[in-house]
């Protein structure tokens, strides 16, 4: 979100932010710097999204969708009214389909056009999860959970006056779903400057990290494949190999990990040195859908990144070239083994990663993309 914010105000537009601040993600705004509430005159509401199992299971016998329903709040309105009578607007961009439910409220108070950054296909990443899932009371909850998604993320297609895909996957899939207005895709972007700074870090290597948020439930189930799958055999055959693993919110099971060389460091200061100071990423993925940011990053720093093709879909890789694409633990392993066994194959991969983050996520570049699309509408 803040790539294209931070972005536009820099590009000399009027950007105002207004966010939910939750349970989840709760920040004190006056602890925000004073350098980016000017920037953009950011306000907060808060929004309890704790799950309360009365209502979710109760969600059962609804035809609404749970993920949804969370996200209504008449505080949230109110702000959102108030500060769409207070300034004109050409745009009213939304991060994410979960603020979908204030469309009306838009229309009514305002003349901007509505665009929706897509960040993901929000339904797929649940029917995924579903797939994977082997509990069978979970199971038919998450199949439930996805459906009804996928009825309000489809539903409301064509509900805005234009759509931001992340990915050109994506963007066909809301076509092919009957989506009628105008679409773009705009990759995620980083900014090209903050990579090229030189950081007197030395690396790891051979050393194997992941990097990412922990309480993405995509995330916690790849690492546990990871450790469960694949781990066992890499420690034999490396036993001096390290595997670190950072994030927020780190889950107890991963937190009381006791396992000979694993290393699981939770939150980092800055993540941009802790990737500096490893050698190759891994990202097993097995659901999810968009972009995944960690994987741009840690590319974006020369890394070799050995991820599923589910983790790379949106980012123009190669298999070999520019990552190591693995399908199933056999594969992993032997990615994981030709990276350490032939270190100038790993450093090429590393340098090419490098190049294709340069030309095609330059955030300066996306930012006149999305002015363009703006234009267009």
């Known amino acids: ?27 004190n705004v006056e602890g925000i710097p004073k350098y980016y509430r000017e920037k ?28 949804v329903q ?19 607007y050409d745009v ?28 993901n296909i929000e339904h797929l990443i649940w029917k995924r999860i579903a797939e994977i899932t082997r509990n069978p009371i979970k199971k038919h909850y998450l199949n439930h959970l996805w ?8 539903g409301k297609l064509n509900a805005y006056d234009g759509i931001v895909s992340i990915t050109k996957n994506d963007g066909d899939f809301f076509i092919g779903m009957g989506c009628s207005i105008p679409l773009t895709a705009i990759p995620f972007g980083i900014s090209l400057d903050k990579f090229r ?26 690492i546990k494949w990871f450790l469960d799958q694949v781990w066992e055999k ?18 107890a099971w991963l937190t009381n990990l006791n396992r000979k060389n694993i290393e699981v460091v939770g939150e980092v200061d800055d993540a941009l040195d802790f990737i500096a100071s490893k050698a190759i990423e891994v990202v097993p993925l097995f659901s999810g859908s968009g972009i995944r940011i960690k994987i741009i990053e840690g590319m974006a720093m020369g890394k070799t990144v050995i991820s599923t093709p589910i983790g790379a879909e949106g980012i123009n890789v190669e298999h070999r070239k520019n990552i190591m694409l693995a399908e199933d ?24 990663a490098k190049a294709l983050i340069e030309k095609e996520h330059d955030n300066k570049m996306l930012v006149q993309e999305l002015e363009q699309f703006y234009t267009t509408i």
């Not at 820099?10 to 939750?22: M, P």
């Not at 901007?112 to 960040?119: C, E, G, P, T």
């Not at 459906?147 to 993320?153: A, C, D, G, P, W």
Request: charge should be positive; glycine fraction near 4%.
């Open 329 to 352: 633990a056999n594969r992993f392993f032997e990615a994981i083994q030709q990276c350490l066994e032939d270190a100038d194959l790993c450093q090429q991969i590393g340098q090419n």
């Open 70 to 88: 969370r996200f209504i709040s008449k505080d949230f309105e109110a702000k959102l009214i108030d500060i769409l009578q207070r300034d004109a």
């Open 234 to 251: 890499v420690h034999q055959a490396y036993p001096n190999l390290k595997f670190y693993v950072a994030g927020r919110e780190m889950p």
């Open 197 to 222: 700074e030189p950081r007197n870090i030395s690396t790891e290597y051979p050393s194997l990290f992941h990097i990412g948020a922990m309480n993405w439930i995509p995330n916690q189930e790849g």
């Open 40 to 67: 953009t005159n950011i306000e907060t509401v808060y929004i309890n999204l704790a799950i309360k199992p009365v209502d979710a299971f109760l969600n059962l016998f609804s035809t609404k969708s749970y993920h």
């Open 147 to 154: 459906k009804t998604l996928r009825k309000y993320e489809l």
């Open 92 to 119: 009213v961009q939304f991060e994410t389909l979960y603020i979908s439910p204030y469309i009306a409220a838009i229309r009514k108070y305002s003349k901007a056009k509505i665009v929706l950054r897509s960040h």
């Open 1 to 27: 979100m803040n790539a294209l914010i931070e972005g536009m105000a820099d590009a000399g537009h009027q950007v105002k932010v207004l966010a939910i601040n939750s349970n989840k993600y709760g920040v």
